[in-house]
């Protein structure tokens, strides 16, 4: 009997976003009175930042500060349509939304910017600091806060904008029945190192090296924290977490957070992330969805490195002490 | 049912309201007094995210009965701030992104203000330890880890 140290490797291809009957999400955005940008969406944010990041997109394409932007998900009745916030879809389908309605926003900003200024509308462009100035004459400007007032006040116009994303339905081919479930892919590659003692069953997980591919990291900071939190869910999944922790009766399963078990601060994996940025084609400023895709592939990594350190294939989640054993136990008996 | 009168302090200003006896202190601060910053994760004690302050002592308010704190000195996540300004702890959490849907945040906060009020240098160890009732779904525990020995620091900074 002894404590068995084993190593497991795994690599994932994880889609960005689902295609059942075609994946849309829209937005709209208009300018407040004051120059400040209303984003209406549909899209939940659950704390993965989904909010912050719009605010990014939108202020990048109109070309105002990040703080001039105001995101409103507040009603799903009332909002824009979206399919939601789920399989990582939230970053690259409302992304491209939010772009494509302030485009529309910022031409009819410049518009009247433009007869403000007596100019050409396509001669302007935005500091990014609020202001818009005549290209080559920096010296002729306006402020956005000014724009927003004439456009309201003056002109009559509404500074705003209407974006809807989709990725089509896909057909299964008749044939082979390929067919497209995404138009882009995250991916990520896991090393796990493990601990198992043969003679109980248990599992310590020492450290696990993760290398995530998610297009542009909007937000690198987002990005981190997303991974290094969906790094430990992955090994949670692998190791602890189901509602039946009793088999075979399912009357005895777990019910509450009594019984669900996840691992706790004092049972944290050495964790390493690594994060490679190559941009997707079809995503806003190239961005992926990396957000479920980060909790994966420490799950059959682990599960590689528990057959490395003492030979028995597990493949039932989550990989608890019992299973371990009943497979040691099998594996001597034949 | 009978109500009861239940009169403690809530973050330095005096509270009184009258509930039914048996009432939680989380269900009196949320839905009495409007303190929301106590979340209920699992109302049986098992989650942390209710944790408060009483008499100095870190206590799970879906456990405690209201009608229990007479008197008391509560202290919850809201009241940290001082005139708008964030605590280094508060300001640690959001600069180690020790936070993202937030549900167990003010828990973990109220847990490791405990701690560092008891212990201003605390180990990993010790804070581990500290925030051991505390269940984080998001975060992975390290950035949470990480933003109390940053407060720590700050705070020995501060009083050196
Ligand atoms: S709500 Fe009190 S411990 Fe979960
Ligand atoms: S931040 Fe979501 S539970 Fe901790």
């Known amino acids: 009997m002894a404590i068995r140290r084993g190593r497991g490797v795994a690599a994932i291809n994880y889609p960005t976003g689902m295609n059942l009957g075609g994946d849309p999400t829209q937005a709209l955005v208009h300018s407040t009175p004051t120059g400040n940008f209303m984003v209406t969406l549909s899209s939940v944010d659950l704390g993965q930042g989904m909010k912050q990041i719009m605010a990014q997109i939108c202020a990048e394409t109109i070309g105002v500060p990040t703080d001039r932007v105001i995101i409103d998900t507040a009603d799903t009745d009332t909002g824009p349509h979206c399919m939601g916030t789920f399989a990582s879809r939230g970053t690259h389908r409302a992304g491209n939304a939010v772009i494509q309605a302030a485009k529309e926003a910022r031409q009819v900003m410049l518009e009247v910017a433009a007869e403000e200024l007596e100019v050409n509308a396509s001669d302007l462009e935005t500091d990014g600091e609020g202001n818009i100035k005549v290209k080559g004459a920096p010296q002729k400007s306006i402020s956005i806060f000014d724009v927003a007032l004439s456009a309201h006040f003056k002109r009559g116009r509404s500074i705003s904008g209407r974006g809807m994303f989709l990725i089509p339905r896909s057909y299964p081919e008749k044939e082979t029945g390929a067919m497209k479930p995404s138009t882009c892919y995250a991916h990520a590659c896991t090393v796990a190192e493990v601990e198992v003692d043969d003679e109980t069953g248990e599992v310590t997980v020492l450290a696990v090296k993760n290398v995530f591919e998610i297009g542009r990291a909007l937000n690198p900071k987002m990005v981190e924290q997303q991974l290094v939190g969906g790094s430990w869910m992955g090994i949670s999944h692998a190791l602890y977490e189901t509602t039946e922790p009793y088999y075979p009766n399912r009357d005895h399963g777990g019910t509450d957070f009594n019984q669900y078990l996840m691992p706790g601060p004092g049972d944290l994996a050495k964790t390493e992330i690594i994060v490679l940025e190559r941009p997707s084609a079809d995503g806003p400023f190239g961005a992926k969805g990396p957000g479920e895709m980060c909790a994966n592939p420490q799950i059959p990594a682990v599960a590689n490195a528990v057959f490395d350190a003492v030979g028995v294939r597990i493949d039932t989640l989550p990989i608890t002490p019992e299973r371990i054993l009943r497979a040691l136990r099998a594996q001597a008996a034949s | ?160």
Do not use: W
């Open chain 2, 1 to 160: 049912m009978a109500k009861v009168p239940v009169q403690f302090t809530l973050n330095g200003s005096e509270k009184a309201e009258f509930v039914e006896s048996g009432t939680t202190l989380l269900h009196a601060l949320r839905d009495k007094i409007g303190d929301t910053s106590p979340k209920g994760g699992c109302h049986q004690g098992t989650c942390g995210a209710c944790s408060v302050i009483v008499d100095g002592e870190l206590r799970l308010s879906c456990l405690t009965l209201a009608e229990t704190c007479s008197d008391a000195d509560i202290r919850t996540t809201a009241g940290l701030a001082e005139g708008g300004v964030l605590q280094p702890l508060q300001r640690a959490f959001l600069d180690a992104f020790a936070t993202q849907c937030g549900f167990c945040t003010p828990g973990m906060i109220m847990a490791a203000k405990v701690l560092l009020d008891r212990t201003p240098n605390p180990s990993r160890e010790d804070v581990v330890e500290a925030l051991s009732g505390n269940i984080c779904r998001c975060t992975g525990y390290e950035p949470i880890i990480q933003a109390v020995l940053t407060a720590a620091r700050a705070n020995s900074q501060n009083a050196a």
